[in-house]
Every structure is written in structure tokens, then in C-alpha cells.
């Protein structure tokens, strides 16, 4: 079955950049009419959309994180990637890529989860 | 932006018993863009209900939802042990997609 993996520093320090790459299996990214997405969990809160992302490389954002947030493909990898740049201690979360439910849907519900990976800001 | 709150906060509820959880948006939502998460401790959000009452593949029938407009509501109808977990509400309505604060069901 389709399988999504994270992987990247699980520390940042605050102003710095933080990024992240979401490894697919089992599906060929270049091929698959879905959008793939970035979603991060703070501790004890809520998920947060940050973003999605087609096999083409288009994109749509959350409005509150664009001005900081980069997401893109790499269809020869099987990846996508998300950065976050000047992160402070708010971005803070477990960050997951996810894929959206339904194909050429870039606002979607989200069918298939990784399983995370801790980021922490921290000096 | 659509803000979706859950309540209550925190449920606490004996095996077998029926869970009555509700999520209200600031603002209408189709219903056919209102879904329904559950978390268990240490893993992803797993998808329960899309279309605010459809089954996700798996799920068995003891979850069901309803709701429309702002009110929407998740009923787990015999709490099983696995069952006690987080549970979030999403809507993707517009071209921000929420999620509500999670209500939390937990053994008594």
C-alpha cells in the first residue's frame, strides 16, 4: 500500500530555516492525480494546514504561513519537501505529510497520514 | 477563516457507553466538506467521516455522524476500548482548510 515517510532535523534553531522531505512509496509521485500536503500538530493542540502540492508544482498555501512556508517536488526522488523559514518557537510541532482524498483536489480531506516527525526550535 | 469548536474539551465515559460529540463552525459549512479525525496517543490522525456522515473504508458501524449548517455532531454508539482517543473535526469549504480543537474521550 501507498506509504509516506518524513525525514529531517528533529532540531532548528529559531531563525533559521526548517525542512523537511516526505519520501513516497509504492505510488509513482509523477504519475498519481493526487495532492500531496503538509500538515503540523503543535504539542497538545490542534492540527494546521500548511500546504498542498501537485505533481506539476502548484501550490496552494495556508494564508497565515506563506509568507514564510516553500513546498516542492521531486518526481525523479518520489519526494516532496516543505520549508519554513525564521521559525521561532511557535513552530514547534510534529510535522506530517499527508495525501489529499480525492484526485486533482487541492482542498480535501486527508486519507493518508505519515507518521511524523518532531520538529523542535530550540537554541 | 472558518474557526471550528469542539466540546466539550475533555469526555469522560465508561466502555460501552454511546459518545455524543459536537463541532460547531463560526460560519456555515456544506456538509459535504465537514469530516471527522481520530488520534490515538503516538499516531497520525486517522480518517473516521467524510461528508459529514460517510464511513472512511474500515470504520466500523459503531461510528456515525450528522449534523448541518454549523452544528455537527459525531456519535460512537458502544465505546470500545480502542475507541478512547482524540478525535478532531475538519472543513475544507473554503480556501483555508480547518481543523476544530480535538475533544478528548477518555475512560472513567
Known amino acids: 500500500q501507498v506509504k509516506l515517510q518524513e525525514s529531517g532535523p528533529g532540531r532548528v534553531k529559531p531563525s533559521e530555516t526548517l525542512s523537511l522531505t516526505c519520501t513516497i512509496s509504492?505510488?509513482?509521485?509523477?504519475?498519481?492525480?493526487?495532492?500531496w500536503a503538509w500538515i503540523r500538530q503543535p504539542p497538545r493542540r490542534g492540527p494546521e494546514w500548511i500546504g498542498s502540492i501537485y505533481r506539476s508544482g502548484a501550490t496552494y498555501y495556508n494564508p497565515s504561513l506563506t509568507s514564510r512556508v516553500t513546498m516542492s517536488v521531486d518526481t525523479a526522488k518520489n519526494q516532496f519537501s516543505l520549508k519554513v523559514a525564521s521559525v521561532t518557537a511557535a513552530d514547534t510541532a510534529i510535522y506530517y505529510c499527508?495525501?489529499?482524498?480525492?484526485?486533482?483536489?487541492?482542498?480535501?480531506?486527508?486519507?493518508?497520514w505519515g507518521q511524523g516527525r518532531l520538529v523542535a526550535v530550540s537554541a | 477563516e472558518i474557526v471550528l469548536t469542539q466540546s466539550p474539551d475533555t469526555l469522560s465515559l465508561f466502555p460501552g457507553e454511546r459518545a455524543t460529540l459536537s463541532c460547531r463552525a463560526s460560519?456555515?459549512?456544506?456538509?459535504?466538506?465537514l469530516v471527522w479525525y481520530q488520534q490515538r496517543p503516538g499516531q497520525p490522525p486517522r480518517l473516521l467521516l467524510h461528508?459529514?456522515?460517510s464511513r472512511a473504508a474500515g470504520i466500523p458501524d459503531r461510528f456515525s455522524g450528522s449534523g448541518s449548517g454549523t452544528d455537527y455532531t459525531l456519535t460512537i454508539s458502544s465505546l470500545q476500548p480502542e475507541d478512547f482517543a482524540v478525535y478532531y473535526c475538519q472543513q475544507y469549504g473554503t480556501s483555508l482548510l480547518t481543523f476544530g480543537g480535538g475533544t478528548k474521550v477518555e475512560i472513567k
Open positions: 461528508g459529514a456522515s
Open positions: 499527508v495525501r489529499l482524498g480525492e484526485e486533482y483536489q487541492p482542498l480535501f480531506h486527508f486519507d493518508l
Open positions: 460560519e456555515t459549512v456544506n456538509s459535504r466538506f
Open positions: 509504492n505510488v509513482s509521485l509523477g504519475i498519481s492525480g493526487h495532492y
